[in-house]
């Protein structure tokens, strides 16, 4: 088993999500196409269901799981990390089958009178079976990074992401013609097919590292030998125990992810009636609501894989730190990784705000929905920051704060959804106002908790390079796109744009002490060039 540093671990996540952040652009971009605003707003409106299903059974084991495991094993004392592999499947798996039935027998009802459009059925019948697909997933995912072995992680993530692709756009191209909601459903299935190979890439996986660890044969592979031999009472005993320090981590951030996902779920809710309320017919909502969730806002997020790269990592180096009681390495890791997130997110939130128009019309061509983008990409660096500083909260065993914050800002944002976007005047951009209320609030209400947990005093100087870079960049990808003209069309006048200023903004970030070549030094492929 290869252990990687908290910068290897980091950049093995990064780049695996770059690659899945660039390959599910793919269905993003095909999917409108195929079956149209109309359709994605039916796939959008399920989805946020899901989430909370799962979030209820899984939220919070992955990260249980990864403190406790690289706890175990700075200890010394592999065999615990067996014992909480093995308690946290037994109840991952329960907890999934149940909800998994629940979910198939409830789906008529929820379909009718929770979600706002019945023709959602087919897509939460589809949807189903990966509630405990992802379940089981989850807690190996949580043991290999408590491991601090990010590969089997990163590798399951980019063939989940292949398979889904093909088979989202497959399935969904084959049930078009029995109609929009069928389509939608088509494409539920194609995640779920994703889901299963990302789970049997990471069972294949811990069946390679049972056989490389030392002194075990075949039999040891499987997971009743994780314990050792005793009787019934002793086993159910040291489940208990195990499963109480399991949930006594993850409960409290299970609450804080589940608040987020209920918002998710109430904002979809939310949003469909205010828009009712505003006038706007059922289909056409259906449509806005898609177009947002669907193409606006995984556009926003796309810099996010550095945050969730930064997020997975952050949490099994901090938890190591701590029971060290090493402070320094803790503001060291907090600190680069706060600063890698304003110096990779900025430049994307630029060109977002100064090139939304051209930019919808190159990725969906739909250039309608540039007005929603460009009200929100100033906002975004909020929402990057925030994921590494609800991280640390939670490797710092604060997650009760963590949910403080995270419930406060969804009150706001819900209460803000239905008295703005039930007004005609804004309708759509009603919701999104609300939706940045909720990226301030929480951002700032887990800055402050972080800086009273630490002592620590966050990067404001770095803040304020970052937004002195990302103005001139701003202004640099304006002027080029409008009035330098490149030749070869609208793409490549916004390409040439795009790279110009990037290249711009990277040297801004040198000259400012932005990139720091010491972090470049501990990375694998320029460690070899600054040895030559």
């Known amino acids: 088993m290869n252990k990687q540093t908290f910068i290897q671990g980091t950049m093995i996540l990064l780049a695996a999500s770059i690659v899945n952040r660039i390959l599910g652009f793919i269905p993003r ?8 605003a109309e359709g994605v707003g039916l796939y959008q409106l399920g989805y946020p269901f899901f989430l909370v299903i799962v979030t209820l059974i899984a939220g919070g084991i992955p990260l249980a799981v990864a403190k406790l495991v690289a706890e175990a094993e700075s200890a010394g004392t592999p065999e615990r990390s067996k014992a909480i592999l093995r308690t946290s499947l037994i109840f991952a798996t329960g907890a999934g089958l ?3 039935v629940l979910c198939v027998a409830l789906a008529p009802l929820v379909t009718r009178y929770i979600l706002t459009d019945p023709r959602v059925y087919q897509t939460f019948l589809a949807m189903s079976p990966m ?3 992802v379940a089981v997933s989850s807690v190996f995912r949580g043991y290999f990074q408590g491991k601090q072995d990010m590969i089997p992680s990163a590798v399951s993530s980019i063939l989940e992401t292949v ?14 013609p029995m109609g929009v909601e069928y389509a939608a459903a088509g494409a539920m299935l194609g995640v779920v097919v994703g889901e299963i190979a990302g789970m049997a890439v990471l069972l294949w996986q811990y069946r390679r590292l049972k056989r490389r660890e030392p002194g075990t044969n075949g039999s040891s592979g499987s997971l009743e030998a994780s314990i050792p031999s005793s009787g019934i009472g002793e086993k159910y005993k040291t489940f208990s125990a195990t499963l109480r320090k399991i949930l006594r981590i993850a409960i409290p951030v299970t609450g804080g992810r589940l608040v987020g996902s209920l918002s998710y779920l109430l904002e979809s809710i939310t949003t469909a009636q205010s828009l009712a309320i505003a006038g706007i017919a059922t289909a056409v909502a259906t449509a806005q609501y898609g177009a947002l969730q669907g193409m606006v806002i995984p ?7 550095l945050t969730s790269a930064l997020a997975v990592s952050l949490v099994p180096s901090l938890a190591e730190a701590q029971a060290r009681g090493d402070h320094r390495t803790i503001h060291l890791r907090l600190h680069q990784s706060i600063r890698l997130a304003l110096v990779t997110g900025a430049p994307f939130a630029a060109v977002m705000y100064v090139l939304a128009g051209p930019l919808c019309e190159l990725v969906y061509n739909n250039g309608e929905i540039a007005g929603m983008l460009k009200i929100m990409a100033p906002f975004a660096l909020l929402l990057y920051v925030q994921t590494p500083l609800q991280a640390t909260l939670q490797a710092l065993d604060k997650p009760g704060r963590a949910l403080v914050n995270t419930l406060i800002g969804a009150i706001v944002k819900i209460i803000l959804i239905f008295y703005l976007a039930s007004n005609p005047t804004l309708g759509i951009y009603g919701a999104i106002l609300a939706i940045i209320v909720n990226f301030v609030i929480v951002t700032l209400l887990h800055g402050q908790s972080v800086a009273k947990a630490l002592n620590y005093r966050l990067p404001l100087l770095d803040l304020a390079k970052v937004v002195c870079a990302m103005i001139i960049m701003a202004g640099a990808a304006s002027y080029l796109y409008h009035e330098v003209p490149m030749g070869g069309g609208e793409g490549v006048q916004f390409l040439a744009s795009v790279s110009l200023s990037g290249i711009l903004y990277l040297i801004l970030s040198g000259l400012l002490g932005l990139v720091d070549l010491h972090d470049l030094k501990r990375l694998p492929l320029f460690r070899r060039w600054f040895k030559a």
């Open 29 to 36: 971009i095909l999917l409108p196409r195929v079956i149209g």
């Open 98 to 100: 149940f909800f998994t």
């Open 131 to 133: 509630i405990v697909i």
């Open 163 to 176: 398979a889904r692709i093909i088979c989202v756009l497959w399935f969904s191209f084959l049930l078009l």
């Open 299 to 305: 556009l926003l997020l796309l810099p996010g894989a």
